[in-house]
């Protein structure tokens, strides 16, 4: 009976619907903390002249996502899809390859992340496009992700001269 208390509030989604819901939500949930681990491995291995604003930058950035990963994550519990946020699902969830541990220059480090995170932005896109036809509540979520890392992004790229250097 206790199933049914449960289930009775939840939110009136029809059980493919939620799954499906949930899936995205979770895919989202651990390409956020990958992007949060990447963006402080790059923190701490930024080289050369802009060193101080990229490395103050990438702080707010992890900062940025740490908390859009919370709303990823409690949208899915609101649900009744149970997230996992551990090491193990992130390194499943097939996530960008590893960096090299390492001095990188300032500009790679703005290129590494330019790369990444338009990555991760459109694997999120995607998936906030489909849950337009499973739960708007849900979409509301990965919209307000978007939102924030493609203004993200155009910060980013705004570092990117037009040949890619300084
Ligand atoms: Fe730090």
């Known amino acids: 009976m206790a199933s049914t208390a449960i289930s009775t ?3 009136p989604i029809a059980a493919p619907a939620r799954d499906e819901a949930g899936k995205a939500l979770q895919a989202t949930l651990v390409e956020l903390i990958d992007l949060g681990l990447l963006g402080k491995q790059l923190h701490w291995s930024i080289v050369g002249h802009l060193f101080m604003p990229l490395h103050l930058q990438l702080d707010e950035l992890v900062d940025s996502w740490r908390e859009l990963s919370d709303t990823v994550a409690e949208r899915a519990v ?5 997230p996992d946020g551990q ?3 992130v390194a499943a969830g097939g996530g960008a390859a590893a960096l090299d541990p390492g001095a990188i220059d300032d500009v790679g480090v703005v290129r590494e ?8 932005t459109e694997h999120i896109r995607t998936r906030m496009d489909r ?3 499973l739960d708007l509540a ?3 979520v990965l919209i307000e992700t978007v939102r924030e ?6 910060m980013v790229r705004a570092q990117l001269t037009e040949d890619g250097g300084h």
């Open 131 to 133: 849950l337009g036809e």
């Open 78 to 82: 609101a649900i009744g899809v149970w």
């Open 138 to 140: 849900s979409q509301d």
């Open 9 to 11: 509030h939840l939110p």
């Open 87 to 89: 090491a193990a699902a």
């Open 149 to 154: 890392l493609e203004k993200q992004l155009w």
């Open 113 to 120: 992340l330019e790369g990444r995170l338009a990555n991760v």
